[in-house]
């Protein structure tokens, strides 16, 4: 019997919480998803529409520290090759900081850590909807996104030109789009 790569991905997964102890692994993961040379062996690099850093340290801190939030890590073999960040916010819950190892995208992981997200969002935070923004420009992200259910808003937040902690953009012209899922 063949099993479905979803499943047979789950199965070598495990969740948990990140700690302090995880920000040096967390930067490195979310920066080689996005970043760099590192991240073009994946699909979901932004390396031509951004330079510099995705995060930092104290990014990822602040995000940890957050009492209505936290990152969850996706261990395979006790090695961290996924998180997410997930932020509760009344009927809503916000994902964020999502990054899959660029040497493992497309093999379906990013499918089973978006499904254990919207679950831990459905049962401990009882959210009716997630919420997250992408960068507008990132039309084959944002359709993997909807082919998960989530649906464009057109609610668009400007990007923090000037501010190098988010990147060195690459063109003028970016945004965030709110996405939305029911949940």
Same mark, same amino acid.
């Given at each position: 019997?063949?099993?479905? *790569? ?14 302090? &102890? ?35 340290? &104290? ?42 190892? *660029? ?20 049962? &401990? ?32 937040? *400007? ?12 063109? &003028? ?11």
């Amino acid at each position: 019997m063949d099993i479905a *790569p979803a499943t047979a991905a789950r199965a070598e997964l495990t969740f948990r919480d990140a700690t302090e &102890d995880d920000v040096p692994v967390l930067v490195r993961l979310v920066e080689s998803a996005y970043r760099g040379d590192a991240s073009r062996a994946g699909w979901t690099t932004e390396a031509d529409i951004l330079q510099g850093q995705r995060t930092d340290a &104290d990014g990822v801190r602040e995000v940890l520290a957050a009492p209505s939030g936290r990152v969850l890590v996706a261990e395979r073999d006790g090695a961290p090759v996924a998180c997410c960040q997930l932020e509760h916010r009344g009927e809503a819950a916000y994902f964020g900081m999502f990054a899959v190892s *660029p040497g493992l995208q497309g093999a379906g992981l990013g499918k089973v850590i978006i499904a254990e997200a919207e679950r831990t969002a459905r049962e &401990d935070w009882r959210a009716r909807e997630m919420h997250m923004t992408v960068i507008s420009v990132r039309e084959e992200l944002i359709a993997w996104y909807e082919r998960r259910g989530y649906r464009r808003t057109g609610e668009l937040t *400007p990007f923090p030109y000037g501010d190098e902690r988010f990147g060195i953009p690459q063109r &003028d012209d970016l945004a965030f789009e709110l996405l939305v899922k029911n949940l």
